[in-house]
């Protein structure tokens, strides 16, 4: 059972330039995340999906795009690199039973550059 | 402006004392907050969860409460060793939302 998984691990980016951070997970999860964190920061909220066809903003949006085709997969799009975006980004997946959440499983991180 | 917070400062304890980490939060009213463990370089790990309505949770050698009165949780390591050495984040879920919204963690240094 691999939980979530996100790939590449490391990369740099040249400003302007566009790349695609994946992220899956295997343990049939309907609700995915995507977390940027910088250092001395809190967690942030990028985009969430609540199930395959549906995604909604989180608190930082803006230069991202998201899409959910499978229950599976849950990409995220840089598009326009920025240095602002330099950051450690975290996908996240969990599930309701009832009306509780047990606790997000989180993907081991994509630590981006962008120069 | 709802805000979620969590000393800054870095707690270092000795081997064996009990560490406590607080969590306070405003202009929230989470159904249930959650805290987690996170190493360098690696993502959270879910720890536990506790419902409003609960006043006390424990999980081996971890205790959490929470006072929704005062908006505040407390997170208890007995018995710390070395092994304990990270950040913990307390995380609160909106109600009506499924998102965690995270404090900026606390790191606990265990000394032996």
């Known amino acids: 059972n691999a939980g979530v998984t996100q790939t590449p691990k490391f990369r740099i980016l040249k400003i302007g330039q566009s790349m695609t951070l994946q992220c899956a997970q295997d343990m049939n999860h309907n609700y995915m995340y995507w977390y940027r964190q910088d250092p001395g920061m809190g967690l942030k909220l990028i985009y969430y999906?609540?199930?395959?066809?549906?995604?909604d903003k989180g608190e930082v949006p803006n230069g991202y795009n998201v899409s959910r085709s499978t229950t599976e997969d849950f990409p995220l799009r840089l598009e326009l690199a920025a240095p602002s975006q330099t950051s450690v980004y975290f996908c996240?997946?969990?599930?309701?039973?009832?009306?509780?959440?047990?606790?997000?499983?989180f993907g081991s991180g994509t630590r981006l550059t962008v120069v | 402006s709802q805000k979620i917070e969590q000393n800054s400062e870095a707690l270092n304890i000795q081997e064996g004392k009990t560490a406590t980490l607080t969590c306070n939060y405003t202009n929230y009213s989470p159904a249930y907050l959650q805290w987690y463990r996170q190493d360098p370089g690696r993502g959270p790990v879910f720890l536990l969860l506790?419902?409003?309505?609960?006043k006390e949770k424990r999980k081996e050698r971890l205790k959490v409460t929470f006072d929704t009165t005062l908006k505040q949780s407390l997170f208890h390591i007995t018995a710390s060793q070395p092994a304990d050495s990270a950040t913990y984040l307390c995380?609160?879920?909106?109600?009506?939302?499924?998102?965690?919204?995270f404090g900026k963690g606390n790191q606990v240094v265990v000394i032996p």
């Open positions: 995380a609160l879920l909106l109600y009506g939302n499924n998102r965690l919204a």
């Open positions: 996240a997946s969990s599930y309701l039973l009832g009306d509780t959440n047990y606790g997000y499983t």
């Open positions: 999906s609540v199930g395959a066809g549906i995604t």
């Open positions: 506790i419902r409003e309505n609960e």
